[in-house]
Nanobody, 121 residues
Framework: QVQLVESGGGLVQPGGSLRLSCAAS????????MGWYRQAPGKERELVAG???????NYVDSVKGRFTISRDNAKNTVYLQMNSLKPEDTAVYYC???????????????WGQGTQVTVSS
């Protein structure tokens, strides 16, 4: 129905920056919420940032002022600009969208495969 492809993860030194991208494709009728979660080893998955179709955003407190989420509705793509990265940001980052595909009667949640972000010197 809807496929998500993430890119942009990697290894970066503390204080560095990375930009994650997630492109949605398929028989998409509409996308409401787009967001990023992360899961560090031994920890539960947590919401990092979310953005709705109107542009309103929310962030987990630990990334406020450092991360920026944005979306390009024409491209069905969501971005996560991560600045001033810290070792504690190390995790697998997952893209998620709440979307309706053609033929759906209600929105469904879709997940990407995850991309590793490692912050280390």
């Amino acid at each position: 129905q809807v496929q998500l492809v993430e890119s942009g993860g990697g290894l970066v030194q503390p204080g560095g920056s990375l930009r994650l991208s997630c492109a949605a494709s398929g028989r998409i009728f509409s996308i409401n919420v787009m967001g990023w979660y992360r899961q560090a080893p031994g920890k539960e998955r947590e919401l990092v940032a979310g953005i709705i179709s109107g542009g309103s955003t929310n962030y987990v407190d630990s990334v406020k002022g450092r991360f920026t989420i944005s979306r390009d509705n024409a491209k069905n793509t969501v971005y996560l600009q991560m600045n001033s990265l810290k070792p504690e940001d190390t995790a697998v980052y997952y893209c998620t969208v709440s979307a309706m595909a053609y033929g759906d009667y209600r929105p469904r949640d879709y997940w990407g495969q995850g991309t590793q972000v490692t912050v280390s010197s």
